[in-house]
């Protein structure tokens, strides 16, 4: 597995317009293979800005946006119109904005969708649409699988000292999630490790620390970003502030 790749950028707008420059050129080299990429987006501050970027890239118009399936890391158990959701966050800042194929966006879900406010059954509905697209294991081996990091070193819907990384399910649901709102469905540790490529993306001092750990720590258990990396390449975009730890 290859060594981590710190890519250091002075802002975070310079950090978004840097993964939406890479992230056209990695799904047009994947078109180019006569592959349809997959793409896992994260949800967070830096992710929206990372959206905004890849929707206003002059280079956009170089990828089949129509021929790009698209999955989320984790997704936020509330309504469908509810400002919280992921998948409406990214609606908002590209996905409303190019040519994607509604089909192909694999949003989890809501928690008034068809399984009400069963939140297991939504998980189970999302590992279903995923085994269905990974051609016999539960998940895809993500072309490109994005992943924020929160100050206490979660990623995706898992967090610190908690069992749900560990589950034996790909999808699982998360109650009383430190961080809100409360209930969430989230992949596990296992598919976050089978990516080709992982983007850490990560901005402002707060992440600093959990950069570092994550950079450095032993126990996933205690800095669940520790855990994933891409089974090809793993890049950390990083601005100056939540890179100054490392
Ligand atoms: C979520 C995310 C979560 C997020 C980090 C960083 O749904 O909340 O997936 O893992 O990526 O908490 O979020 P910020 O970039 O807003 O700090």
Same mark, same amino acid.
């Given at each position: 597995?290859?060594?981590?790749?710190?890519?250091?950028?002075?802002?975070? /707008?310079?950090?978004?317009?840097?993964?939406?420059?890479?992230?056209?050129?990695?799904?047009?080299?994947?078109?180019?293979?006569?592959?349809?990429?997959?793409?896992?987006?994260?949800?967070?501050?830096?992710?929206?800005?990372?959206?905004?970027?890849?929707?206003?890239?002059?280079?956009?118009?170089?990828? %089949?946006?129509?021929?790009? /399936?698209?999955?989320?890391?984790?997704?936020?158990?509330?309504?469908?119109?509810?400002?919280?959701?992921?998948?409406?966050?990214?609606?908002?800042?590209?996905?409303?904005?190019?040519?994607?194929?509604?089909?192909?966006?694999?949003?989890?879900?809501?928690?008034?969708?068809?399984?009400?406010?069963?939140?297991?059954?939504?998980?189970?509905?999302?590992?279903? %649409?995923?085994?269905?697209?990974?051609?016999?294991?539960?998940?895809?081996?993500?072309?490109?699988?994005?992943?924020?990091?929160?100050?206490?070193?979660?990623?995706?819907?898992?967090?610190?000292?908690?069992?749900?990384?560990?589950?034996?399910?790909?999808?699982?649901?998360?109650?009383?999630?430190?961080?809100?709102?409360?209930?969430?469905?989230?992949?596990?540790?296992?598919?976050?490790?089978?990516?080709?490529?992982?983007?850490?993306?990560?901005?402002?001092?707060?992440?600093?620390?959990?950069?570092?750990?994550?950079?450095?720590?032993?126990?996933?258990?205690?800095?669940?970003?520790?855990?994933?990396?891409?089974?090809?390449?793993?890049?950390?975009?990083?601005?100056?502030?939540?890179?100054?730890?490392?």
């Amino acid at each position: 597995m290859a060594a981590p790749q710190i890519l250091r950028h002075r802002t975070p /707008d310079d950090l978004a317009h840097a993964v939406a420059a890479r992230l056209v050129t990695r799904l047009v080299d994947v078109q180019t293979t006569g592959r349809v990429p997959s793409l896992v987006l994260t949800g967070g501050s830096i992710a929206v800005t990372i959206h905004e970027a890849v929707a206003g890239s002059p280079a956009a118009g170089a990828v %089949d946006w129509k021929s790009v /399936d698209v999955w989320f890391g984790d997704e936020r158990f509330v309504p469908a119109a509810d400002p919280d959701r992921n998948v409406g966050q990214a609606a908002q800042a590209m996905l409303d904005h190019l040519p994607f194929d509604p089909a192909r966006i694999h949003a989890v879900p809501p928690s008034d969708g068809d399984y009400g406010d069963d939140v297991d059954a939504a998980a189970e509905a999302y590992a279903d %649409d995923l085994r269905r697209a990974a051609g016999g294991g539960t998940t895809p081996a993500f072309d490109v699988l994005m992943l924020g990091i929160g100050p206490d070193g979660h990623c995706a819907s898992l967090f610190p000292g908690r069992s749900e990384m560990y589950d034996e399910r790909p999808v699982v649901a998360v109650r009383d999630s430190p961080k809100p709102p409360p209930t969430r469905v989230t992949l596990t540790m296992e598919p976050l490790k089978r990516a080709h490529e992982v983007w850490w993306v990560a901005a402002g001092e707060e992440k600093a620390q959990a950069v570092h750990d994550a950079l450095t720590a032993a126990d996933v258990q205690q800095v669940p970003a520790a855990g994933p990396s891409g089974t090809e390449r793993t890049l950390w975009f990083l601005d100056d502030a939540a890179a100054s730890k490392l």
